[in-house]
């Protein structure tokens, strides 16, 4: 054979097993996953729950305290009645407090004891301190995503905004479906074959956790170019929040939220609040409903 053959050949031939392998290879990652799943994995996100994510839980009541690891606004002796290591409810009294600690207990369907030692509830436990976190989360999530997109899209915007009831839904771990694609992915103008999957991947879960179909964000025309629909732009910013909320918030050993985590299969979360810091729930509703029709929604009525 000549050696000038001998080198296509070579390449053709390495691309061939590469095309056999790394299918194999994706098929053995997914029964791992899958394996992972079945014993107490996180279902429809193929990430496997470290055992170590049990630390974020009802707190051992039993443990005695070790003010060593405190902060010094924690009292050795706690007296009931005053406010003590205050960190993300600030400027509030200690009623308005107690009244927000309540409306958690209801929102995340838990009693006090899941987060605070009950010997000192200013002690700060890890579950007190992951809470903690989410509360400046949802602050964060309203004033930097879901405020900006009520401004610049009054006519798609949503009344009410996050809080901890609009994730939790009564339930101390919040609901994970489907997948939701590497934020990185979405604006590139050229993807591999691998990306584009993952893209595809992407928009099947949205359709599945907002209970629409493509039409709701695209214009089938041109499902590249013409992402001129508002439903689109915001999707992208709303892809962009996930992003940040795993990210920056969340720690490696706690699931992941999605769109379905919000969303819950319809197009706007149905459990907001009054307010930012107001976790009584209201029923979310468009401004302008007509602006949200899907579509898609006219094949089953028979109009075409």
């Known amino acids: 054979m000549p050696r000038a053959w001998l080198g296509v050949f070579t390449i053709v031939f390495a691309l061939s097993i590469g095309g056999i392998i790394q299918p194999l290879i994706g098929r053995v990652h997914a029964q791992t996953i899958n ?42 002796t706690y007296v009931p009645g ?26 995340l369907g ?37 405020g900006p997109v009520h401004k610049d899209y009054p006519q798609f915007a949503v009344t009410g905004a996050v809080g901890c009831i609009t994730c939790h839904r009564g339930q101390p771990l919040h609901a994970v479906a489907y997948n939701v694609v590497p934020v990185q ?22 359709a599945k956790s907002l209970g629409v179909n493509c ?16 439903t689109n732009r915001i999707a992208h910013r709303m892809w962009q929040m996930v992003d940040a909320i795993n990210h920056k918030y969340l720690p490696a050993n706690i699931e992941a939220v999605t769109c379905y985590t919000c969303h819950h299969g319809a197009k706007w979360p149905t459990q907001l609040v009054a307010g930012g810091t107001d976790e009584s729930p209201v029923q979310a509703h468009a401004v302008h409903p007509e602006v949200h029709v899907n579509p898609g929604a006219y094949v089953t009525s028979g109009v075409q």
Request: proline share 6%.
């Open 35 to 76: 394996t992972g799943e079945q014993n107490g994995g996180t279902i429809g996100t193929g990430v496997e729950t470290p055992p170590h994510a049990a630390q974020y839980g009802p707190v051992n009541q039993s443990l005695p305290l070790d003010f060593s690891t405190q902060p010094a606004a924690v009292p050795h």
């Open 110 to 146: 838990v009693s006090c004891d899941y987060c605070h030692n009950v010997a000192n509830y200013a002690y700060d436990t890890p579950t007190k301190k992951i809470a903690r976190t989410m509360i400046r989360m949802v602050g964060n999530i309203d004033t930097q995503w879901i």
């Open 215 to 230: 039409l709701f964000c695209h214009n089938s025309a041109d499902f590249i170019s013409l992402q001129y629909i508002p």
């Open 185 to 206: 992915y979405l604006d590139w103008p050229a993807k591999s074959s691998r990306q584009a999957g993952f893209v595809v991947n992407s928009m099947y879960s949205v």
């Open 82 to 107: 005053q406010l003590y290591n205050v960190q993300a409810l600030t400027g509030k009294s200690y009623a308005e407090v107690v009244t927000q600690m309540a409306s958690f207990t209801q929102a």
